[in-house]
């Protein structure tokens, strides 16, 4: 089975999480029956396309027939076109595209899936809250696209998160490296290491979004803890107080899912998340003991990592239990096998 995965490659960090297991695991592929040839052009020379959503950028937009028409020819040439949405949150990115794709793949999804189906305040479900119950609006306001035939959800299928790569200090260094020099010792997977945890809260984050109910749900968290919006720090400093830090707060930005949740989780603190059961993902770091959520509305978070710090033995052995079985999970043989099995269940 030949499959041509067109993509915009190495440059962009969710896309790196999409196309890493396909690049480093390319010879266990092959010995599967699956040759997979990244490319950025519209080579139809192959049995399947892989279609990762950066390829058409604004054109959805701008120029919806041409894309409309170019799937319709591209389907007459291949068996199956599976279009990959990179885009950080729940919902979907170009949800017209349902009517011209054989199967829509997200690396979250609603765990309702009916949702989809449903109008949301700036485009996500999270933003949609904090709209309705706290009256935050957007200097340009939109909604996102329903999903207008039921008959389409069948198609939306889950593939595998940014959780993939190494979120370690030293590989988010050579993943930047691979875009410019790409030798594939450069993709390794994390390493378990012991650093002493000796300040409280790690919270370190931008509120910097274009978007009000964007940026809402981290000032919130902000506000309720009385902590200052903090400064930008350079790449060393934010891992180094990271990995000296017992709790990790982590609330949304455009997604749901953030590189400081797989950063906590390698570094050995505990989580504190909004609750997530809105949505499946894999790997489901979330369902972790070290995992803390709270409610969306921030009312219960100083609780939380009061409880956390009152008896952080028993809850930093969660996190290194965590620690251990997320990179053990991301080691070569474990990580292949699990990649495989999403791979043959979408294009099966």
């Known amino acids: 089975m030949k499959i041509n995965v067109i993509t915009t490659g190495f440059r962009y ?9 396909l690049i480093k695991f390319n010879n266990f592929f092959r010995q599967n029956g699956l040759i997979f040839n990244l490319t950025k052009k519209f080579d139809t020379n192959c ?5 990762e959503s950066n390829v058409f950028g604004n054109k959805y937009h701008q120029d919806f027939t041409y894309i409309s028409n170019h799937l ?9 076109v599976i279009y990959f949405d990179t885009s950080d949150s729940t919902s979907l990115l170009h949800p017209k595209l349902l009517d011209y794709v054989d199967l829509y793949c997200k690396s979250q999804v609603y765990s309702e899936v009916k949702n989809y189906t449903k109008k949301y305040y700036g485009n996500r479900i999270f933003t949609d809250y904090c709209s309705r119950n706290f009256n935050v609006k957007d200097k340009n306001e939109s909604f996102s696209e329903i999903v207008k035939n039921r008959n389409n959800l069948k198609k939306i299928k889950l593939f595998w998160n940014s959780g993939v790569l190494n979120h370690s200090l030293l590989g988010k260094i050579f993943s930047h490296l691979y875009h410019y020099i790409p030798i594939k010792s450069f993709l390794f997977p994390p390493q378990i290491s012991q650093i002493k945890k000796d300040k409280d809260l790690f919270y370190l984050m931008t509120t910097d979004y274009t978007r009000n109910t ?17 400064d930008r720090k350079n790449i060393l400093s934010y891992f180094n107080l990271l990995s000296k ?3 990790c707060i982590s609330p949304f930005g455009w997604g749901e899912i953030n590189y400081r ?6 570094y050995g603190s505990v989580l504190l998340k909004p609750d997530m059961n809105h949505l499946i993902t894999w790997p489901n770091i979330y369902n972790y003991y070290s995992v803390i959520n709270y409610n969306w509305s921030c009312t219960d978070l100083k609780k939380k990592i009061e409880k956390i710090l009152s008896n952080y033995d028993h809850y930093s052995e969660y996190a290194q239990k965590s620690k251990f079985d997320y990179i053990n999970l991301l080691k070569s043989k474990n990580l292949r096998k699990e990649i495989l099995k999403i791979v043959n269940n979408i294009i099966n």
């Open 13 to 21: 960090s969710n896309v790196r999480a999409f196309i890493y297991p």
């Open 47 to 51: 049995n399947i396309i892989f279609l």
């Open 72 to 80: 319709l020819d591209l389907k007459k040439k291949v068996k199956k």
């Open 214 to 230: 964007v940026s809402w749900h981290r000032e919130r968290a902000f506000e309720v803890l009385k902590i200052p919006t903090p």
């Open 245 to 247: 830090s017992k709790i």
């Open 261 to 266: 949740d797989f950063e906590s989780v390698i």
